[in-house]
């Protein structure tokens, strides 16, 4: 089973100040069992990026934590993993391009993931499949975990078109990456769910992983598949979680609204991880 994954999406919200206070609410809650076989990971601003990943280095663990005994208040323990995701990056190195951040600054802050093609990025900033897979290959060069997203909009869905478009976005996204596609963590995420409460059913997004899974075998891409995660985004909240994390194909959560309260993404992580690992 894929180590399980929920990613904070903050979008545009929160101050550097905002950012390092709602990280002291959530190491409070970091020794809690369920989440310790997990991958927490939290999107904030490009500007805030720099402080939590100092914040989150000073939470350095120790490495004689033994199972089964608590570690002393405030200690992350060794198995969960708290690490920092951008939410966009430009493919190229250095340069003249105003406003714009490369793989080694994005590096150098200590974040460790990047979101790259968000729908809001393609629907508001004209990104595409090629211009994602550029991004996807300069973060894999820096070392950098892509977590790509795809997703179909709501006349693709009523056309009966959704595994072609998210598996030519997958096919697209991913077609610079010669190798190992362990690095890289597939969101799928429908657009019309994005931020409006609607849902497909858990059962449909596990068809839509399987298939992009099954997609990515029959392009030979097998052997480079590994421990690929695919994750689910959209409208994700404390009732619902439960149901996606419960489908085999679903190894994660993407969360936009409803991380933006420290203790609602605690809530959904300790759901969600129960559901996927069970507890002694
Ligand atoms: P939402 O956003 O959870 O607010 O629907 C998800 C996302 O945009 O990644």
Redesign the pocket.
């Known amino acids: 089973m894929a180590r399980p994954c929920f990613?904070a999406?903050w979008?545009m919200n929160k101050t550097v100040v905002e950012s390092l206070s709602y990280l002291t609410l959530l190491q409070k809650h970091l020794t809690d069992r369920a989440l310790q076989n997990c991958d927490l990971i939290i999107a904030p601003p490009y500007t805030a990026l720099f402080s939590m990943g100092k914040r989150i280095k000073e939470l350095s663990l120790p490495t004689s934590w033994v199972a089964g005994v608590s570690p002393p208040a405030g200690v992350v323990p060794p198995s969960l993993r708290l690490s920092l995701a951008a939410q966009n990056i430009y493919s190229e190195a250095d340069g003249p391009y105003t406003g714009e951040i490369s793989a080694k600054m994005l590096c150098e802050t200590g974040c460790q993931y990047v979101?790259i093609g968000?729908?809001?990025r393609r629907n508001y900033f004209s990104e595409n499949n090629n211009t994602i897979a550029a991004k996807v290959l300069a973060s894999l060069g820096a070392g950098l975990t892509p977590i790509l997203?795809v997703g179909e909009r709501a006349k693709e869905r009523k056309e009966g078109r959704t595994l072609e478009v998210v598996k030519r976005q997958v096919k697209e996204g991913l077609s610079r990456v010669d190798g190992d596609l362990s690095q890289c963590i597939v969101?799928y995420?429908p657009v019309w769910?994005?931020?409006?409460?609607n849902t497909p059913a858990s059962s449909e997004v596990g068809q839509v992983h399987q298939a992009i899974a099954q997609s990515l075998k029959e392009k030979g891409r097998d052997d480079a598949c590994g421990t690929l995660r695919i994750i689910y985004?959209?409208?994700?909240?404390e009732e619902n979680v439960a149901a996606f994390m419960k489908e085999p194909h679903i190894d994660g959560i993407?969360?936009?609204?409803?991380?933006l309260s420290a203790e609602t993404f605690v809530n959904i992580v300790q759901v969600g991880a129960r559901c996927n690992v069970p507890l002694p």
């Not at 769910?193 to 409460?197: L, M, Q, R, V």
């Not at 985004?233 to 909240?237: A, K, L, R, T």
């Open positions: 990613v999406n979008k979101i968000h729908s809001e997203c969101a995420e769910a994005i931020g409006t409460g985004g959209g409208s994700v909240n993407l969360i936009g609204g409803a991380s």
